[in-house]
């Protein structure tokens, strides 16, 4: 951890189970920590132990220095400062960060949904940063693990490849320098068209939501990935994840698909989607095995990959001239089911800051910044 | 029975289960019945029992006094011949029948779906009908039962409310005397929009598919309109209710939203749908009591209903310029889950005969006919 570029003190934002799960890995491998969530409860248990227990070979015991409420206090001094809140409140923790940051910090959003780093420069921006921070954004969660307790986890898999891209895209090469200790695993992407395009939550979460939907509202369990995933669904998948490749390719960005992705991240690829889902499932080392069923259609699989996932996939496809029927179909079924406009509160061009914005002139911000 | 112009001998095209309620029911009010189907295997119960035990109150034995598979036979001196064999069929039997048929005679598609006589009476042109025939459809089944042995059947309910529309729609006034006694409670539509937009299997079949699609892939049993109507279904069923009426208004045709349907036909309106489905399930008299769960997408209910009643309505929708997004979403979504182009074999405005046509000229063909 030693070295100037180095990353030793890492701020993690959001105390949710994502927080908790990278509190316990990089703890583990030896990062200072500290931990923010704007509900000081969800902090109580982690404070009480001084961290987080983590079970397994590779365990061991993940010390939090700080678990604070207090935002300025968890980032004063932190080399890297990573949100986990969920993309719905991205741009809400870069206005609460934008006079709290120093010069040299990064921040990461694990993970950046679609277009989460442009939200977050946006929003740093227009709040009044002037410290010269890093943005970047990675693909995926890097872990699935189960919770045991309040601060004790256990590792289930971690992800065999992830992307980390920066926004804009040329400052990648010493972003990842730093970055990659903490994630070994994770490769250097040109820009945030591929960490978006490779949002694993829009392509499995929404399909499998709309297509159990009765079943999630009647409080039905159901292995999520197993159950939930019948050959209906897995032809769902198949017609959003080949549009969301399409739009990716046109805006020059090569996102492996839904098959290469399991593939890639889990070294898992049956004869079919469906025998995929119910190995990562169903194996001792199933990343899917802890996956709860929402008890909701109010639930993050619907109101964060909505409006953070899929509705910036169909505006960058409208901008590029690749129709989306297979997933404008999903969003307006989403939108009927549960009364709510997504696209009124989604990532939009407008949002993204790509308004009347060309193929040319999108890759050339995701590859330099806003002008 | 008796007098020229009255129905005594009714020949009923269809010995599924809702042939076997028609006979059933018709058999018991003292008409006399030929049951036809192409699968002789289908009639063979019938005919050795010579009729159908009608349990209950009012039951008693429907004779059948010719179960045959010899479509000629079965129609030769009928005076209404009632297609029931699924709207997909229709045009296929209307075929058979065309140098079958004799001046005078009623053809009555029960139910007619979205759009029906005008397959019938294209598919009758084509085939070279001469006989002057009066083509009729109704717009659902009039009765729910529950089917208890092959030759016996227990009646649920009977519809209180159900539409006649002749096609063209100005010979209803002499179709509807002669069917009424048949049908006490169906009313005379002015033409074959009202019957086609109170569809009540595109109402409500496809999108409580959609909703419950893994479900019925994985084999579980759910009560179909109790289980599987929660609010979300619900506010997809408004969504394409809402799409329907407006259609079909912007033809001339005012039809009763989804709640007013329950209303009339049932006698049932409570605070939402969701507890209009549960007591039409629950109640001793339900007519959703003995409603089953499809064990697979490639049902009637998406497999009849999409191509039959929602594409037509689309077109139709698109010919009004009322558009229809809600219906778009669930087509596409089936398109996507079942790997079927449902528009490429269902009820086009060419199908129709209706491509090209104006909202007037539409009604004019509704009302008088092709020119």
């Known amino acids: 951890m030693a070295g100037e570029n180095m990353v030793g003190t890492v701020a993690i934002i959001g105390a949710g189970i994502g927080g908790i799960y990278l509190a316990a890995e990089l703890g583990v491998a030896g990062f200072k920590l500290r931990l923010h969530d704007?509900?000081?409860?969800?902090l109580a248990d982690v404070r009480a132990f001084g961290g987080i227990d983590v079970e397994g070979e590779r365990g061991g015991f993940a010390a939090v220095e700080l678990a604070t409420s207090d935002l300025r206090a968890a980032v004063d001094g932190a080399d890297a400062i990573i949100i986990v809140t969920g993309g719905n409140a991205q741009a809400a923790v870069a206005r609460s960060l934008a006079l709290l940051l120093r010069d040299g910090q990064i921040i990461l959003?694990?993970?950046?949904?679609?277009g989460g780093s442009l939200i977050v420069r946006r929003a740093l921006d227009a709040a009044g940063c002037h410290a010269d921070v890093a943005v970047a954004?990675?693909?995926?969660?890097?872990?699935?693990?189960?919770?045991?307790?309040?601060?004790?986890?256990r590792p289930i898999v971690a992800k065999r490849w992830l992307q980390i891209a920066a926004f804009p895209g040329n400052r990648i090469a010493a972003v990842?320098?730093?970055?990659?200790p903490l994630f070994p695993q994770a490769v250097a992407a040109p820009n945030a068209l591929y960490t978006g395009f490779t949002n694993a939550n829009a392509m499995l979460h929404v399909a499998n939501c709309v297509a159990n939907a009765a079943r999630?509202?009647?409080g039905d369990i159901y292995k999520f990935y197993a159950e939930g995933v019948t050959p209906a669904v897995a032809r769902l998948y198949e017609a959003i994840n080949a549009e969301r490749v399409a739009v990716a390719a046109a805006l020059g960005a090569s996102v492996p698909s839904l098959e290469e992705w399991f593939d890639r991240v889990y070294g898992v690829r049956e004869a079919s989607l469906v025998e995929t889902c119910q190995r990562l499932t169903y194996n001792s080392d199933g990343p899917y095995q802890a996956t709860g069923t929402p008890s909701s259609l109010e639930h993050k699989f619907i109101t964060e990959d909505v409006p953070t996932g899929l509705i910036p996939m169909v505006a960058l496809g409208a901008a590029a001239g690749v129709p989306t029927p297979a997933i404008d179909a999903l969003v307006a079924i989403v939108r009927n089911m549960t009364g709510r406009d997504f696209a009124a509160e989604g990532r939009t061009l407008a949002r993204l800051g790509l308004s009347g914005t060309g193929v040319a002139e999108i890759i050339r911000v995701m590859n330099e910044g806003f002008a």
Request: with cysteine; hydrophobic share 30%; charged share 30%.
């Open 38 to 42: 704007i509900d000081d409860a969800r």
């Open 137 to 153: 954004e990675m693909d995926n969660y890097p872990y699935s693990c189960r919770r045991l307790a309040p601060a004790r986890i």
């Open 216 to 218: 999630i509202e009647s």
């Open 109 to 114: 959003l694990v993970q950046g949904n679609t």
């Open 176 to 180: 990842h320098q730093r970055l990659s």
